[in-house]
């Protein structure tokens, strides 16, 4: 069975610079999810869609961060523009409807400059 | 508000022995308790969860895990521990109204279990 997919793997972009992280979940998990994990941290949830509709947005910083799935399957994270404490792993994850375990991904580590 | 405290940063073992990484939680309500292990450059894989039922909770690769609602624990133990077993453990909690997918996670107890 495949796994969730991320790319890419790492970016390093400079302070001011935009960035987007691709996520395609397990086949036939409806719900998907994008956190955020600072270094020495555990993961923060930042936005949770079910489908192409958005569950829940309430930690996601909307002044500079973005997330779309169009077509109910994969997302894609934006950040414009970075600053330096969005350094960070996010990590993308999905699961069926209602289900209580999520599959992860590897990540997209960034590092901001 | 919801969190989910693990009091130590590092556990350190020898192989063969009992383990123990430990978490504790505050929810309102019923809790959805869960443990998660990230291996180095690899995504956080699920181990076991707690919803109802037994207190104590059988999960993967020989892993259990023991919820006392008095003591607000969530605690993670394995009889004998191997070599491989060394990784970074996470517990988690939601508040099992709605969202079970959104989960609080504790910041995370790093397992080095020596042979």
């Known amino acids: 069975e495949a796994g969730v997919a991320q790319s890419p793997r790492y970016k390093i972009i400079e302070k001011r610079q935009s960035v987007a992280f691709w996520c395609n979940p397990i086949?036939?998990?409806?719900?998907l999810y994008w956190y955020q994990q600072i270094l020495g941290q555990g993961p923060k949830l930042l936005i949770q869609?079910?489908?192409?509709?958005?569950?829940?947005d309430s930690q996601l910083p909307k002044d500079r961060f973005s997330a779309e799935r169009l077509k109910g399957v994969d997302s894609t994270l934006k950040i414009q523009p970075a600053k330096l404490e969005d350094s960070a792993v996010y990590l993308c994850?999905?699961?069926?409807?209602?289900?209580?375990?999520?599959?992860f991904g590897s990540g997209t580590q960034l590092s901001v400059l | 508000a919801q969190s989910v405290a693990q009091p130590e940063d590092q556990v350190n073992v020898a192989e063969g022995n009992p383990l123990t990484v430990k978490c504790t939680y505050s929810?309102?309500?019923?809790?959805?308790l869960f443990w998660y292990v990230q291996y180095p450059n690899r995504g956080l894989q699920f181990l076991l969860k707690y919803i109802t039922g037994d207190n104590l909770v059988k999960g993967s690769y020989g892993f259990e895990a023991e919820f006392n609602k008095s003591q607000t624990s969530f605690h993670l133990k394995k009889p004998s521990a191997l070599v491989s077993d060394s990784a970074l453990y996470f517990c988690?909690?939601?508040?099992?109204?709605?969202?079970?997918?959104?989960?609080?996670f504790g910041q995370g107890t790093t397992l080095q279990v020596k042979p």
């Open positions: 086949s036939g998990h409806a719900t």
């Open positions: 988690a909690v939601s508040s099992g109204s709605g969202n079970t997918g959104k989960l609080i």
């Open positions: 929810v309102s309500g019923n809790p959805y």
């Open positions: 869609f079910q489908n192409n509709g958005v569950v829940d």
């Open positions: 994850a999905s699961s069926l409807v209602g289900s209580e375990k999520l599959f």
